[in-house]
């Protein structure tokens, strides 16, 4: 039935494609006016790209901008075969085997994608080929920009931006970010890291209508499609740039580290590590070899030491120590203890102290009976089960004060330091089999401890606060009309009461007036509260270490500076700090003499031990 | 395994042969389409279409093993039961699918989705072919011929609720097989009249139409005989004629979307809308035209890139083909749907069971009609209705509907002697 209707249908199906093919073959061999439409216009993707934010310092003053540079590309397919290379190659001041070598190496990524051929030519160079370009087909001009500087500090805080690694561009696209694209710059280390995102910006899209001869006319359908490249927000650091030079100065010739903050806020107004470069180094062309140069420095200049270096604190340990044993309520401020020199070396000092004076001088044996009191509480009749019960309740003092733990600055690769749990020690002397003997250095902070000088700057901050910090940032808001971000303004309370730090503050105020610093290190004007440590280390001298705070009464600059192998914290890191105090209360350095000696000093290259006598004298102070 | 290496044999290797073809043309020139110039992106990396194309290409294997495995009286017995379900999906999109590009067709979980209305078009297939394969059934009668229409009609009607109307004409294709089971030819016929009417009233004024009709009609009066009933029938027959006229300028006027009647009214007046509907015929014109007759080389197209076009590698992506093959490639994809649809009437004809004969040319004739459409809107002569070129166009929905239609065919083909001892039996 119906069966001739198969040839109706089969011929429908063969007159339509039939149709279809003629229309085509009209289309596509017959008709040119298509070729040539076709020929007239194309469709170019252009991506713009933004500018990036500024970041300025607390005064206004910029510490890092755009330069525009100007990167030659190459499109392998429209190179031209008999192209004239040797013009070429002096028109660049390039050898042929260069040449040659590039060329190479663009064909091999891709015939119909540009690829970067020579990068970053100056606005100069560039005026100088700019006109002559137009004789080579396939090779273009794409603008960008790198990163400025008018100064040469700043390097390990600001951080570097470079091209992405295959790496990382892998690792977003596994995380569903998918943004960058191979060839793109990013931030990758210090506030160009942290804040990529703010400072980046928001790439554009332009489709332009190019004709055959890859002549502009004019946007696709009038910019619809269009997205404007937005521009980056600017960052408005905390940064005291003045402040952060002088830092970097004194600095110089010293392994080591000073952060200077603001203790009612938490901002950073400088962060010095030791040695550092100049950030002027790794933009530019020259980044890869300046990079490598850096990186093998045995001094490791790109460490950086104020956020990722884990010291023993030494003596400064002992604030905290006093204060959690006044909350607990274990010694009073009355406390009189011999100093007793049975386990450990103390120095001269005179007598027996009380808290203001153990302070003051720094007493060892004052500190074991602190600590042994904290320790053991007599919770337990068990000596072993009471010193857990008793380090417990310590650390977690320790830790209201951020000691062993991350404090959630705005930079990546912050260190939490080292601060051990009752299964560490567990592990060492077997489960319960430990005491106050084992752990006994704590208390003057050497041992199983370890703390950035961030961490020690937060110390200082918690100090001249009288028990309570902000966390520690660079930021004081992003973009023009933004404020400081939430997460930097709650104040995290330690566990101890604010009554409780005012014979502490007066024995570090004696410290610096009458104690264990270097009366060179002094200031008439200004009471400065400040505590020395020296801490004992494998890796040779002493390292240096100091905190403080100043004025005494409504502190407005807090200070840690922590000087690698040069001895007494009195004599090398204390008077880094005052001046770091001078400088900044003051805007000008009275003490001269002290800034010349201080910054004379090198601990890295020579052993200078003129101070060091002093210091070699007794240890912890 | 016995039974496994003769379904190698028994499977029709010319068809399973064109259909991996159009897949291999399809994922190439998917991958052409979506190329961009600026990114450094490898063909299968996931994040653009050919790379999941691939995961479609992989899945729809599965699919074909699934298909192969089951027993083919499965389709025949539960076809009806299959319908139903679809069915019930159809109406769970209208409450809880998802819009995308306007049309309410989307049923997902998180970015995975698919259209429902895809796969409606198998499904109604397999209700037609078992209707149809009842032997009392006669299609010049009106209560069987509503019946079928029924059957059709229900699907069509919920997609066209979804806003969703290319997948929509689809269903008119039933027409195809409606005819090989003896459709009486007058409906068809009444039906090209109508679109032919259609056309008329995009180019030639209405009341001009109209005069030129009555003036047909007067002239038609002095030669007939002037019997009663002659001209009585030639009164209707002008007065319907007029109607239609009227009604498909209503329809076109007061009834389309502004968009959709661009979608018409460009065809006879390419200028109208040049930044709009005309900007992509005419670029998609200009990307096929420009291909030339050996194309400008695979990759190296320059209309195609840049998603000028939209639907660059679904709905337009013969343009890419025209464009990078230029007329070689338009005769070899024309060449193997030609082909296919030839097959597959030959294969639809020899079978012994009516229920595989009419789900055979319910495949060809879908497959048709996507293809006229796709191909057409491309080179300007059919308006633009988004329906995809089948095996080519990108997407998931699309090639699992298609695979899964023409799989079950070659599936029942491939047991054609066993139908017919069981219907002996």
Known sequence: MFESRQRTIIFVFALVAFVMLLRLFYMQVIDDSYKEAAANISLQRIIEYPYRGIVYDRKGKICVYNVPV??????????KKGMDTTRFCSLFGITKEEFSETITAARTYSKVKPSPFIKQLSHTEFAKVQDQLIDFPGFFISPRTVRGYDHSSMGIVLGYIGEISAGRLEKYKKEGNNYYRSGDYLGISGLENYYEEQLRGKRGVKFMMVDVNGIQKGHYKDGIFDTAAVRGDNLYSTIDLELQKFGEELMKNKKGSIICMEPKTGEILAMISSPTYDPNLLRGRDFSKNYLALQKDPLKPLFNRALMAPYPPGSIFKTLQALTAMQEGVID?????????????????????????SIQWSCNPYYLQVFRRIINQHKSGNTFLDTRIGYDRWRE?????????????????????????????????????????????????????????LHMANMACVLA??????????????????TTPAQFKVRHQTKVAAKHFESIITGMQWAVQGGTVWSQARMKTVTICGKTGTAQNPHGKDHSIFICFAPKDNPTIAVATVVENSGFGGFVAAPIATLMVEKYLNDTIQRKNLYEHMLSRDYIHKDTTSNGKRGEAGKNH | MAREEKLVKTIDIPLLGMYLALLLLGWLTIYASELDVNADIDAWDMSISSGRQLLFIGTSSVLIILIMATDYKFYDVFSYFIYAGILLVLVAVLGVGKTVAGSKSWLGVGTFGVQPSEFAKFATSLALAKYLSNPLIRLDRWPDLNRAAIIIAIPAILILLQNDTGSTLVFSAFVIPLFREGLPPWIPNLGLGIVFLFVLTLVVPQTWLLVAIGVIAVAAFFIIDKTLNNVIALAIIASVICLVVIGANYFINDVLQPHQRNRIKVLVQPGIDPLGVGWNVTQSKNAIGSGGFLGKGYLEGTQTKFDFVPEQSTDFIFCTIGEEFGFLGSLLVCGLFLGMLWRLVYLADRQKMKFSRVYGYCVAAIIFFHFTINIGMTVGLLPVIGIPLPFISYGGSSLWSFTILLFIFLKLDAHRSQMLSRDAG
């Open chain 1, 397 to 453: 003092y320790m830790s209201s004060f951020g000691i062993g733990q991350k404090l959630g600055i705005d930079m990546p690769s912050e260190k939490k330091g080292i601060l051990r749990t009752i299964a560490y020690y567990d592990r060492i002397y077997g489960e319960k089999h430990w005491k106050y003997s084992n752990v006994y250095s704590l208390s003057i902070g050497q041992g199983e401890l370890g703390l950035s000088p």
């Open chain 1, 70 to 79: 100007y990167d030659v590309m190459v499109l392998p397919k429209e190179v």
């Open chain 1, 465 to 482: 606060n009288r028990g309570h910090y902000y966390t520690p940032h660079f930021i004081k808001k992003i973009g023009e009309k933004g």
């Open chain 1, 333 to 357: 401020s009355n406390m009189v203890w011999p100093c007793v020199q049975d386990v450990v070396h103390c120095h001269p000092h005179p007598g027996p102290c009380n808290l203001r004076q």
